[in-house]
């Protein structure tokens, strides 16, 4: 079935980095743009990057920008974010998410990776 | 701070029905699409509406969304307690080249 696997959560300390996986099944991966969402523990959803099915597009949220890179190998299915010099706030839980274009909208999504920023 | 309003709670008893509104933008409601997330603890977002009206398949149809100019509804009728979760909007904003979620409506079931 369709389905994302996220991977590479844990605990880091601030200005350190880590690096997430998405691994997606079910659905040709190679054709559909990806995107990474994360929650803050007891906030709302917060949009961080997107790119383009081909890699050829990425966009980040202000936060993120020079800090975060997203990435993709569609010869291995797999969407990554690398993340550098993490902050506190950069704590949350992680989701990858499909971009199905014929519906305009994130349509699958992944069960998420906690990551948790302290010393 | 989002650029997407949505009031921060919501409640209602069985059977009734609820609207949650989303409000922004002309850059982003504004824009063509809206969209709406239902979020339980600790589970994935799942896409509730798309497009502004359409619902995914599976998504049962006491769910429907509407939207009027920089404004969003999402509407659940014949309520249920396996509704209560929190529900957000989205739509991309054009003048920030980024996806954008209203703060979320936390919906309690009486």
């Not at chain 1, 990057?49 to 800090?67: P, Q």
């Not at chain 2, 002309?26 to 619902?55: C, D, E, M």
């Not at chain 2, 404004?71 to 307690?81: K, M, P, Q």
């Amino acid at each position: 079935q369709v389905q994302l696997v996220e991977s590479g959560g844990g605990v880091v300390q601030p200005g350190r980095s880590l690096r997430l996986s998405c691994a997606a099944s079910g659905f040709t991966f190679r054709g559909y743009g990806m995107h990474w969402v994360r929650q803050a523990p007891g906030k709302g959803l917060e949009w961080v990057s997107l790119i383009s099915y081909d890699g050829s597009k990425k966009y980040y949220i202000d936060s993120v920008e020079g800090r975060f890179t997203i990435s993709r190998d569609n010869s291995k299915n797999t969407l990554y974010l690398e993340m550098d010099s993490l902050r506190a706030e950069d704590t949350a839980v992680y989701y990858c998410s499909r971009y199905d274009g014929s519906l305009d909208a994130l349509d699958i999504w992944g069960q998420g990776t906690m990551v948790t920023v302290s010393s | 701070q989002s650029v997407l309003t949505q009031a921060p709670s919501a409640s209602g008893t069985p059977g009734q029905r609820v609207t949650i509104s989303c409000s922004g933008s002309g850059s982003s409601v504004g824009s063509i699409s809206v969209h709406w997330f239902q979020k339980l603890p600790g589970t994935a977002p799942k896409l509730l509406i798309y497009r502004n009206n359409q619902r995914p398949s599976g998504v049962p149809d006491r769910f429907s969304g509407s939207k009027s100019g920089t404004s969003a509804s999402l509407a659940i009728s014949g309520l249920r307690s396996e509704d209560e979760a929190d529900y957000y909007c989205a739509a991309w904003d054009d003048s920030l080249s980024a996806v954008v979620f209203g703060g979320g409506t936390k919906l309690t079931v009486l």
